[in-house]
């Protein structure tokens, strides 16, 4: 009877212990990941197929450039494409071509950047030719670009992550 008292108490202070002491995982402490994927459109991944079943319009040849700007739900968006010549100079390979390469969604209403929840992934970015715009951009290829007179968003970017960027012969600061 002793024992069994002694091995129900120690099962008592192990759950104690596990109830005092939270195991330490990463996701739970984790912010929410930022994904460069619009309305399921992704750059590198989606082809011009992709986006012409979401617009709603027929895909143009898979050489073409920029499709758009298309009126949507809550602003605008336009789609660059990678072509067999920016695949030759960004030495991509041949089965990313026709893919999206960046897409630029511009919001109808103004948002300030007070009203983003920038996470600490987002970084400042400034291009030095450029005096209109600046930019907030993450590892996960997704930029905002705001207006340097009212520092209001004019354009969401989502573009390939710094890691598939490494990848390709890109030479870019802030965004494509």
Known sequence: MLTVKRINL??????SALLLFPIYSPAANSVPAVKNSWRGITP????ASDVARLIGNEPDSAEMAFSGPFKVEGGEVTFSFLTSSLA???RAPRSMIGKVFTIYFKPGDSMSRAELSLTPSFKRCVEERDRTFYYFVSDTGV????SRASDRVETIIYQPSRGEVRAL????????
């Open 169 to 176: 012969a890109v030479n870019t600061e802030c965004v494509f």
């Open 44 to 47: 590198l991944r989606s082809s």
């Open 10 to 15: 120690a099962r008592i202070g192990a759950v």
């Open 88 to 90: 030759k100079i960004y």
């Open 143 to 146: 930029a905002y670009r705001f």
